[in-house]
């Protein structure tokens, strides 16, 4: 049916198609559809066809003479692996199976188009095409621009929504395993991602939530799926105006019951059973008495009950926290496992037969029955009974009749069924109340994931269900097909012909009309002893006369049915039984009864829906918001219970009249092969699922009328060589079309001209492509010609060359031969004439040496003799020299001998004195030599033992001191003893005692002078001590010196290795620095996204809740400041809670909320609140232990004790109750602490934090004010306890003596310490004055003398004791400490002990935060204390302002009062004239002018006003407006200026965030801004550059450290804009203009492509760009940057940054796009480059790295255009492509396609070499680059050169109210 335009062509063209070398597809038992190749042309008439096979054998293939139906031809090699089935040239079964198959196998690509139908193979392997990356790369794509991928569709469905407002559906179908639920969660991720709620409900995560939930319930492993959903669902996800995810809701269908009691050989149970058993090990699941899964009867009949890589107890707890994430609690989570145990048990009930066979019994200690009835709370003894009995009713009475075991065994699994089945809906009801939302739904996208046509050997109920279901659904899809193919011509304005596509309208009347299969059923199932033969013979009377039902010639109890797919049998046993769903309502009764809550309410029956028992649990009673035109169904008797058939047919009209009211997109899902092998393809199977899944239908539709549909632009491009040159003048491509195709197909009806395109009937392109490839071979055999020719005339002039060359070599050898027979002879004759005058001397030489030896013999006897006279003579001599010798020496040794004597006497005394200088010199260099060894430890031991004579000196010193005052106190004794003696005696003894005195007086001189003495000998000791340690000291200082040289030595050797290895610590920093400062910019980028988003949200809660008493907020206030705005309070005291109030109230909620100091420093003073506290606490506790031993060892007083002790207790009780009430404050302070770190981290992104966060605030407030009560409380009870002590010791003095021990009336009185001690004075002279004592006593004065006396011990006593408890306080605050260090160490050896567990990446990360966490405490206290520095400054400051300006004040009244006294003598007026005084670069201006300053210099400027001007002007005034307010000290005027400056500026950027220009003036401005606040700081550092008048304009008295951060935070925001704003421009113009316009013209050509058309392919559409265009919007940006003076550095980051976006958006596009990755489009993406970087250095920017972010850009388009064959090439392919993934290289070859027949296509095992080479590189495993990453910005400080008095201030800014100082 599918191949009928194919056979009419074949028909009309087979003697022109059926040549020599055509290939065609021939039937195949195996592979289905095979190649062949024709041998012999055909011929009308013949009756064969001669083919050769592709493995060389040859075939005759039979030709039918009647039907003449010749084989399917094959479509070129340059069409095959298309990714729309429809741009084949022949759409035909082989053509599609075998393009499947190619781009499966050997590209791996599961995902194709054929029209608007996606086809996805199930590759059984996870791959990584769904990451991320991959979502936003297809984000904003139309659907024909990337390659085939089920994000596509998802953005076709998202988009459609969005731009025609009308409700999407995405139909996901295919046979089990195909991988339809993978597809669905797939689309559903996208639209979460996509589509992400407004809100923090976090409804996506919700939704995605929802997936592993449903799966654990509704799905099982089957032998075709490990994951297999055994149940359809249909899933709305709702979304708002915005297109914002707001809500989901979820239908299902027809859930597989019968798998929860029976499950075939290697399949399992639904997966949520296995889960819990392997879970059921954990505490909270003991209650269960589950064990593992093969112990159950219900789990284990399929034999294996595990999954290869599946583990279930992680799975389990994914369900759980899914579970958790959609609201339901735990106690209802406990209710599900334990029904879903019961169910289990229930499975495992031992039921026996009795011996008559017809009733049954369970044993009443069944472990089993006992877990089932515990675990769902109903009673043991019905359900006992109730399993095994069943109730009759009738009309007279009631019976209760036993069943036999087979009776027993199906309704105790029909029980289990049911409970299964409520349980289902329930949770599938709670999910879509989770996922429900009460904001009104604008639209909604369907994604409906519902089982494919199925055919088994056994085909029951369930199959039947399906089918039908899939029957419906293919009548939508043909009629959908259908409508869309209509509305393409009709607006493509071509005639209409009417398209026969097959309708199974009559198959589903089959089944749903009246009186069809579903009616008798249902019918059969009231008839009370209905059977399903008798239901098989009425389908057979009713029915066989329909085309669509058959009976089997075999059977009576089975019926086939023609489906759309195929013929299925259907067995009729069991449809019955499944159709009524029957379950005893005895048993379902005591369920009702169940004491759980939960248990019971599953079973109550709804009044208004259908029952909870219905298989299409949620299909009848969701409600959706479309309906059709078409009448509802008549219902069913209410007094019978509706059959599942019923049911399901009801939902399915419902899900029906959704996807009518929706636009529909298709998913197919194909199985491969039922061995779950990946990658491996089996045509069999694969042409059964295509022909079942609709997809060879849109084929046959698309064939029947136009398919091959082409722009006039692209065909133009494509078949431009067959165009002639006269026809390529005229400008009009459509005409120049319509001539060219009138000129090549004669038959008109072969295609139709449209609107836009160009219409063509199947085949037709082939046969345009076959003259195109006819046009390209001629020209190619002209061009081989002629190269041919050229290069026989150049191997002709090679081979003459060659010839002549050779003459030249042969003539040269015979010349060169001549020459050296001559040079042979010549040589002959010189050898002749050598050789005889050798033997005429050899001749001579021979008489010669005869002469010379007679000459020789006789001159040697003459010599001879006269040898032996000379030798007389000369011993004579030698006799006579001896002896002269002989007297001589004689003589001179007695001289010698004189003269050693001599000297020897005269050298002694010199070595005497020598020896003495030598022995002084030795002496002190072996002291020094031996003193050098050990020299400190002496000089130690010397100090040591002056220190030691030094004490002996100083106790030499005391006892002398001692014995001398002992001596004068004896002298004094003497001498009064004497006086006394004198007086006694008289002047008798004078003499003895004048005597004794002169004694002791010598012996008290001879004392003095023995310590006269001692003191002398002490000081010269000493003096000799200090003089050996000064030497000593000067010595070490010496050694030291040599010490340093020989250090600096040794440091300048290590000079060159410390070099080298800080120079890889330099590297190893900077990059480290570099990740820092892009983990901080991000921050900073998170930040101000999620600052924008609370202004929003904040902003759309002011328009939704104004009323007429709103209030709004002041208009200088922006909801763009941020905490770093302020850093007012960083610089302000915190130390109590009452200042940080006071500072949030002022600087407003929004501020307070994110200031992380104040929070940390809050943080700070609670814990030293806590530290205070328990200081306290300690000293409350030793009070009181002192209390309770003084009550211990005192008796019981008097009742005034008592009293005391009483309001002692009371007081007690008070401070007690304080103390509670602090603590109490305490927690509300660290909840309100907790609220605000919590607010903080939410960042104010909900819309009702403001008034929360107010309400914490008052919280706080109240806290503090009651805690401010309490502390009054707590002074007022102080002073009363004080009070009362002083009222009881005065009444106690006023009272008579009562006790013993008052003896005198004012000895309670209390008596000052001066008062005591002038009465002790007082007695003292009284008792010197006086002696009469009772006189004394009369009057008082005596008693008064021991009062002060007593008051005197007591007050030394006092002091004692205050000194011990002082002593006592330090010694407590000594071992406090010591027990704080040993808990800090005892911490600190926890730590480490656990730490040493840890791995050492591990123990480097905790190190890493132990340091971060002590440095942030330590920076948190230095802060402080400089805060408290910075403050007493100040205060200082504005004292000595105070006292300055009054000393100015009492100097002009000084003056005023001189002058007023000298007024009289002036005797005429003088005029005082001002001096003029240069400009000294400050502006000046009032505080109520700030507002009026921000908004002409920030607000309302606009660029174009200051052109002309000094670039970066407003920065310099705000700067000179800065340096005037710190001329003058004004703090509170620099804060808000620079304040209301930041704020103005993120005001402008917020209202421009789109403006290019504005964003890169105000980037420019703070830029400026910062630097002159670095330049003019004071930092010496900053300040190298300057000159001395710019010294002169630095700030003098603050230090704006903190906020240059604040503006450098500020300065990253803005660049991130200003690149997102260029961003958005050129993302536009970069795919159309680097990878699809022609920069070379000529040289791309245009591939046939299908239904899904590239919208930017249209011929000169507004959407086209080129190369061009971005360089002049590069011009335009490089222009505006440096027009507004921003600093070259930041240009060339900015180019930088959108050159890697450019780089990384065509690269995405390249590796997602299978039609661009071509030589071609290699060529042109050179080219491109190549222009982009003569750009850059004409720029000057090819410095700033923009070409190395290229880099993989260059290497891909250098990929495309390497030759791809041999080994050799694979290699160079590696070496070369180095900054490209191995992933990106595999999938640009997988997608490498040829444009034309004479490129070829890389070979699979081409690429399987590439990987094996590159198997050693560790990539990441991401495909694509993260067009979205930015690198970290630096802003380098560029001092500016102008100073402030030179610049000028245009009167265009209005600025009049700034005065120059």
Not at 662 to 674: A, E
Not at 1259 to 1281: F, W
Not at 1626 to 1649: D, Y
Not at 1827 to 1840: E, Q, R
């Amino acid at each position: 049916m599918e191949g009928a335009p194919a056979e009419k062509l074949a028909l009309f063209l087979g003697p022109f198609f059926f040549r020599r070398y055509t290939r065609v597809w021939i039937p195949d038992p195996d592979e289905v559809w095979r190649s062949a190749e024709l041998t012999k042309d055909y011929k009308e008439g013949d009756q064969s066809l001669q083919l050769r096979l592709e493995d060389e054998t040859i075939r005759e293939y039979p030709i039918d003479v009647q039907s003449n139906q010749l084989p399917f031809l094959r479509n070129p090699d340059i069409l095959v692996g298309e990714n729309d089935l429809t741009a084949l040239s022949y759409l035909h079964e082989p053509a599609v199976l075998h393009n499947l198959k190619v781009r499966f196998l050997e590209s791996n690509h599961i995902y194709t188009y054929c029209g608007i139908v996606l086809v996805a193979i199930n590759p059984y392997e996870q791959l990584p095409i769904y990451g991320q990356d991959v979502i936003y790369a297809y984000s904003g794509q139309n659907m024909g621009d990337m390659d085939p991928h089920i994000f596509a569709v998802a953005e076709e469905a998202y988009k459609q929504m969005a731009r025609d407002e009308k409700n999407q559906s995405i139909i996901v179908s295919g046979e089990s395993g195909a991988g339809k639920t993978v597809s669905a969660k797939y689309a559903m991720r996208y639209f979460a991602t996509v589509g992400g709620s407004a809100s923090d409900t976090n409804i996506e995560e919700k939704v995605l939530a929802s997936s592993p939930i449903m799966e654990a319930i509704g799905n099982a492993k089957t032998t075709r799926n490990d994951n297999s959903s055994r149940f359809g669902k249909y899933i709305q996800i709702g979304f708002d105006k915005r297109y914002h995810i707001i809500g989901a809701n979820m239908r299902t269908y027809l859930l597989e019951k019968s798998r929860v009691v029976f499950q075939a050989d290697d399949e399992r149970n639904y997966h949520i059973f296995y889960q819990l058993c392997a879970a059921a090990n954990l505490p909270e699941f003991k209650e269960l008495a589950l064990t593992c899964a093969e112990d159950f009867f219900y789990t284990s009949q399929g034999g294996d009950t595990s999954i290869e890589g599946v583990d279930d107890a992680e799975d389990f707890e994914k369900t759980r926290q899914a579970f958790t994430l959609l609201g339901v609690r735990e106690s209802h989570q406990i209710s599900i496992f334990k029904i879903i145990a019961s169910i289990l048990h229930l499975g495992n009930v031992e039921i026996r037969a009795e011996r008559d066979g017809d009733s049954c019994s369970i044993s009443p200690q069944d472990k089993h029955l006992n877990n089932f009835c515990q675990l769902l709370g109903v009673e043991h003894s019905q359900m006992e009974h109730w399993l095994c009995h069943r109730k009759l009713i009738t009309t007279s009475e009631t019976y209760v009749k036993t069943m036999s075991l087979q009776q027993v065994v199906n309704a105790r699994n029909a029980l289990a069924k049911h409970i299964y089945a409520q349980l289902f809906c329930w949770i599938v009801e709670h999910v879509n109340k989770a996922l429900h939302t009460s904001l009104k739904q604008h639209s909604f996208i369907g994604v409906l994931d519902i089982y494919g046509f199925e055919t088994f050997e056994v085909n029951s109920f369930e199959q039947f269900c399906i089918n039908y279901a899939n029957e419906k659904l293919q009548q939508q899809f043909n009629s959908h097909v259908f409508k869309l193919e209509q509305e393409e011509y009709m607006k493509e304005q071509i005639p209409w012909t009417l398209i026969d596509f097959y309708d199974n309208q009559p198959c589903i009347d089959l089944i749903e009309a009246k009186l069809g299969i579903l009616d008798l059923l249902d019918e059969e199932c009231k008839v009370p002893k209905g059977t399903d033969q008798n239901w098989a013979q009425k389908l057979y009377d009713r029915h066989s006369g329909s085309q669509h039902f058959q009976k089997p010639r075999m059977s009576n109890t089975a019926f086939i049915v023609v489906h759309f797919a195929d013929k299925v049998e259907y067995l009729s046993d069991g449809f019955l039984e499944k159709n009524r769903d029957t379950v005893y309502e005895e048993q379902i009764n005591i369920l009702k009864a169940s004491k759980f809550p939960l248990v019971a309410d599953l079973f109550h029956d709804d009044k208004d829906s259908v029952p909870a028992s219905t298989t299409s649990a949620k299909g009848s009673s969701s409600k959706i918001n479309v309906r059709s035109a078409r009448p509802q169904l008549k219902a069913c008797n209410k007094e019978h219970k509706k059959t599942v058939g019923h049911q399901f047919r009801t939902s399915l009209h419902l899900l029906m009249e959704t996807l009518n009211a929706t636009t529909p997109h298709y998913v197919r899902c194909i199985k491969p092969n039922d061995e779950k092998l990946p990658f491996h393809f089996d045509p069999k199977r694969a042409v059964q699922q295509l022909r079942a899944c609709g997809v060879l239908e849109t084929i046959r539709i698309s064939a029947a009328g136009y398919p091959s549909r082409w722009a006039y632009h692209d065909f133009f491009n494509r078949y431009r060589m067959l165009m002639k040159n006269r026809e390529l003048t005229s400008g009009d491509k459509k005409a120049i079309c319509r001539s060219v195709l009138e000129n090549l197909i004669k038959d008109p009806d072969k295609f139709q001209f449209g609107r836009t395109k160009i219409f063509f009937r199947a085949g037709q392109v082939a046969y345009l492509e076959k003259l195109r490839a006819d046009k390209f071979r001629a020209a190619t055999i002209m061009i081989q010609k002629t190269v041919r020719g050229w290069l026989q005339k150049v191997k002709y002039r090679r081979l003459k060359g060659a010839t002549l060359t050779l003459q030249r070599y042969c003539r040269g050898h015979l010349a060169r031969r001549l020459a050296e027979h001559l040079r042979r002879t010549r040589a002959a004759v010189v050898f002749q004439k050598q050789y005889r005058m050798r033997r005429a001397r050899l001749t001579y030489q021979r008489v010669r040496r005869a002469a010379i030896v007679l000459q020789a013999f006789a001159r040697g006897m003459f010599v001879r003799r006269n040898y032996h006279q000379v030798l007389r003579e000369h011993k004579a001599t030698i006799i006579q020299k001896h002896v002269r010798g002989w007297t001589a020496r004689r003589h001179f040794q007695r001289l010698r001998g004189a003269a050693i004597v001599i000297q020897c006497s005269f050298r002694r005394l010199k070595a005497k004195q020598e020896l003495k200088a030598l022995r002084i010199e030795a002496r002190s260099a072996q002291h020094l030599k031996r003193l050098n060894v050990g020299m400190e430890n002496k000089v130690v031991q010397l100090q040591r033992k002056i220190d030691d004579q030094n004490k002996e000196f100083k106790t030499l010193s005391e006892q002398l001191s001692a014995v001398t005052s002992a001596h004068a106190m004896e002298v004094e004794k003497l001498k009064k003893e004497l006086a006394h003696y004198q007086q006694s005696q008289g002047e008798d003894s004078g003499l003895k005692l004048q005597e004794e005195v002169e004694s002791l007086r010598t012996e008290l001189q001879k004392a003095h002078s023995e310590r006269k003495i001692l003191e002398d000998a002490h000081s010269r000791e000493n003096d000799e001590l200090r003089k050996r340690v000064a030497d000593l000291e000067q010595e070490n200082a010496l050694l030291k010196d040599e010490k340093e040289q020989l250090n600096h030595q040794i440091l300048c050797q290590s000079k060159d290795d410390f070099a080298q290895s800080s120079v890889k610590e330099n590297l190893l920093m900077k990059k480290e620095l570099e990740e820092e400062r892009s983990r901080y910019q991000n921050l900073v980028k998170e930040y101000s996204r999620l600052e924008q988003r609370y202004d929003n949200l904040r902003d759309e809660m002011t328009i939704i809740k104004q009323t007429p008493g709103h209030r709004r907020n002041p208009s200088n206030q922006s909801s763009l400041e941020s905490d770093s705005n302020y850093p007012s309070i960083s610089t302000s005291e915190v130390g109590d809670t009452e200042d940080a109030l006071q500072q949030v109230e002022e600087i407003g909620l929004e501020k307070a909320a994110m200031d992380m100091t104040v929070f940390l420093k809050l943080q700070k003073r609670v814990r030293e609140l806590e530290q205070e506290r328990k200081k306290l606490q300690v000293q409350l506790d030793k009070r009181e232990q002192q209390d309770s031993k003084r009550a211990q060892m005192e008796p019981a007083k008097n009742d005034i004790d008592l009293d005391q002790d009483a309001d002692l207790a009371y007081n007690t009780l008070k401070r007690q109750e304080l103390e509670s009430e602090n603590k109490k404050l305490k927690n509300d302070l660290n909840e309100l602490r907790k609220a605000v770190a919590d607010q903080a981290t939410q960042n104010n992104s909900t819309h009702s934090s403001p008034d929360s966060y107010s309400l914490l605030l008052n919280q706080l407030k109240l806290a503090n004010e009651e805690l401010e009560v309490r502390k009054e409380e707590v002074l007022i009870l102080r002073t009363q306890i004080v009070s009362t002590d002083q009222r009881r010791l005065a009444g106690k003095s006023t009272e008579p003596n009562i006790n013993a021990r008052t003896s005198w009336p004012n000895s309670e009185k209390h008596v000052d310490q001066e008062d005591a001690i002038e009465a002790y004075h007082g007695v003292c002279q009284t008792n010197s004055k006086t002696e009469d004592w009772g006189y004394l006593n009369e009057d008082g004065e005596l008693g008064l003398a021991y009062q002060g006396l007593k008051q005197v011990a007591r007050l030394l006593e006092a002091q004692l004791q205050a000194q011990s408890r002082a002593h006592e306080a330090e010694a407590e605050c000594l071992r406090a400490q010591v027990e704080a260090l040993k808990e800090e160490m005892d911490r600190q050896q926890q730590t480490f002990s656990q730490t040493l567990l840890l791995s050492p990446e591990a123990q480097v990360e905790l190190g890493v935060q132990q340091e971060m966490s002590r440095l942030t405490n330590e920076n948190l206290d230095l802060k402080e204390l400089v805060e408290k520095l910075e403050k007493n400054e100040k205060k200082l400051k504005k004292q000595l302002k105070i006292h300055m300006k009054k000393v100015q004040d009492l100097e002009a009244a000084q003056t005023l009062a001189q002058n007023g006294q000298r007024r009289h003598e002036l005797n005429r007026q003088v005029t005082v004239q001002r001096k003029e005084k240069d400009f000294q670069g400050m502006l000046e201006y009032h505080k109520e002018d700030e507002a009026l300053l921000i908004r002409n210099l920030v607000t309302e400027l606009k660029p174009q006003a200051l052109v002309g001007t000094v670039p970066c002007l407003p920065a310099y005034i705000l700067y000179m407006c800065i340096r005037h307010a710190d001329y003058v000290n004004d703090d509170l005027k620099v804060h808000s200026l620079l304040t209301s400056s930041i704020n103005g500026i993120k005001k402008v950027l917020k209202k421009h965030n789109d403006d290019f220009e504005m964003t890169s003036f105000w980037l420019s401005n703070t830029c400026r801004l910062l630097h002159c606040l670095k330049q003019y700081s004071g930092d010496e550092g900053f300040m190298t550059q300057n000159t001395a008048k710019q010294n002169e304009h630095c700030l003098k008295n603050f230090d704006l450290t903190e906020y240059r951060q604040v503006l450098s935070d500020l300065s990253i925001q803005i660049y991130q804009q200003l690149i997102k704003i260029a961003e958005g421009v050129l993302q536009p113009m970069i795919v159309s203009a680097m990878l699809e316009n022609e920069s070379i013209q000529g040289l791309s050509g245009v591939k046939p492509t299908g239904y899904r058309k590239r919208s930017s392919s249209m011929a000169d559409g507004d959407n086209s760009y080129c190369l061009e265009a971005i360089i002049r919007q590069m011009n335009s940006f490089h222009t505006v940057l440096c027009d507004q003076g921003l600093d070259p550095e930041i240009i060339q980051q900015v180019f930088k940054q959108l050159f890697y976006m450019i780089t990384a958006v065509t690269l995405n596009n390249l590796l997602l796009r299978k039609d661009v990755c071509s030589w071609s489009t290699g060529m042109q993406l050179r080219y491109n480059i190549s222009q982009l970087e003569e750009w850059l250095r004409g720029r000057n920017l090819h410095q700033s790295g923009a070409v190395q972010t290229m880099e993989p850009l260059i290497q891909a388009a250098q990929l495309l255009q390497l030759k791809k064959k041999t080994t050799e090439d694979a290699e160079a392919i590696c070496s070369l492509c180095t900054s490209l993934s191995t992933q990106q290289i595999i999938k640009i070859l997988n997608l490498y396609t040829p444009l034309n027949e004479f490129e070829e296509r890389v070979t699979v095992s081409f690429i399987r070499t590439i990987q094996a080479q590159l198997q050693e590189r560790n990539d990441p495993q991401q495909l694509l680059l993260d067009y979205k990453h930015m690198f970290p910005v630096l802003f380098p400080f560029n001092p500016s050169a102008l100073t402030m008095d030179s610049i000028h201030i245009p009167a265009c800014l209005n600025l009049e109210f700034l005065n120059e100082v």
